[in-house]
């Protein structure tokens, strides 16, 4: 099969064409703008194959999209190109509405253009799958239940709003034009290739390099992780087996607290062996509680019933080891990170 993926030089859509390459054997068009977190680096496993070809495109350009369509004329399309930093959407949402509104907007007409063009088993078996956020339902209270297809849409940030437009949209096509529309809503992915400003890949780096590890708050705040191995791993499989028009949630069944991640990491590295900062008795001294973000989500939390009992899909990978290995990835691998970290 033939997948155009948009957004495949980032974090997730990387270890999705990691994954359809290496493991399935499928062909991968990847349509990229190269922002700051779209690094071809971590392509390097599959950039040689010849299943694999990269366009650098924004999403946003109709015309040229147009022309991979007529071109490539994909099997399948998963759109995973966004603007994706909440902190990012607060200091300068313009970017997001452009990416993530504009953006999907402009790549539904495309897709549903080339749809109307194709006919027989392949316009049969066509989808277009959007890859969305937990964030577009808000935030739940420590007593209130999971998140699941049927909860309301609250967004409390300009990304999380963003992300709820695109959605919206998708589901519109869906229902006026007829398009094959699939929406996946997935928790927080940790794992290899991660921009370093988020979370995890954030303390990891800068705990080895001695420097402040800054905590939203009180870091109370609670994320459901999904490894993102996992994830597009299940993306797959909504793509192939998922009901044309449905939503899925895609969870990690794994909440943890913000402030418990940060000391875990602290742990790993402890018990790592690994030459520690000069001066610096434990890595859990670096922690530093710093002003909240602002509209910060409490909680975050995903039923992953429907995907499970649809689908066949459920996570696989532990946390405890996902993290154990993606600490030991950020510290085999400061070829990838260090050039992104150069200008602190
Ligand atoms: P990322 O920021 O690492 O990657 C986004 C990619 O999109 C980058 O390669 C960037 O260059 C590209 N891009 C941005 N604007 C573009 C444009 N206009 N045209 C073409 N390409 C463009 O993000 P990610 O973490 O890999 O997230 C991928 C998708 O998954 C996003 O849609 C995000 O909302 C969603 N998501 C992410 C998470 C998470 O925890 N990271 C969780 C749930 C959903």
Redesign the pocket.
């Known amino acids: 099969m033939k997948f155009l993926i948009?957004?495949?030089?980032?974090?997730?859509?990387s270890a999705l064409i990691r994954y359809l390459i290496k493991d399935k054997s499928h062909e991968v068009i990847n349509?990229?703008?190269?922002?700051y977190?779209?690094?071809l680096d971590s392509l390097r496993d599959v950039e040689k194959s010849e299943l694999y070809s990269f366009r650098k495109?924004?999403?946003?350009d109709s015309e040229a999209i147009r022309g991979v369509f007529l071109e490539c004329t994909p099997d399948l399309v998963i759109?995973?190109?966004?603007?994706?930093?909440v902190d990012r959407s607060i200091d300068d949402p313009s970017k997001f509405i452009?990416?993530?509104v504009v953006?999907t907007y402009s790549m539904l007409e495309q897709v549903r253009h080339y749809w109307d063009e194709i006919d027989g088993e392949k316009r049969e078996k066509f989808r277009f799958l959007h890859?969305?956020?937990?964030?577009v339902f808000g935030s739940l209270g420590m007593q209130d239940e999971p998140f699941n297809e049927s909860s309301s849409y609250n967004p409390s940030s300009p990304y999380s709003a963003s992300?709820a437009g695109s959605d919206h949209l998708v589901r519109a096509w869906g229902k006026t034009y007829g398009l094959p529309v699939l929406i996946t809503?997935?928790?927080?992915?940790y794992g290899p290739y991660?921009?370093p400003e988020?979370l995890i890949p954030l303390i990891i780096i800068n705990a080895i390099r001695g420097k402040k590890v800054p905590v939203y708050g009180d870091g109370t705040q609670v994320r459901d992780w999904i490894h993102v191995n996992d994830h597009a791993n299940a993306l797959v499989a909504v793509a192939e087996k998922g009901r044309v028009g449905e939503t899925y949630m895609i969870g990690g069944n794994n909440e943890e607290r913000n402030i418990d991640i940060v000391r875990a990491i602290c742990e790993i590295l402890e018990d790592i062996q690994f030459p520690k900062p000069k001066g610096l008795k434990y890595y859990s001294d670096l922690i530093d509680f710093v002003e909240d973000r602002k509209a910060h989500d409490f909680r975050y939390g995903l039923e992953v019933n429907k995907i499970k009992n649809e689908v066949g899909w459920k996570p696989s990978i532990s946390f405890s080891i996902g993290l154990k290995e993606t600490v030991n990835w950020y510290l085999s691998n400061e070829w990838w990170w260090e050039r992104l970290i150069k200008s602190d």
């Open positions: 948009t957004g495949g030089a980032g974090f997730i859509g349509i990229d703008k190269l922002t977190s779209g690094n495109i924004d999403i946003c759109n995973l190109a966004a603007e994706s930093s452009e990416t993530n953006g890859v969305s956020t937990d964030e992300k809503n997935s928790s927080n992915n991660q921009f988020k």
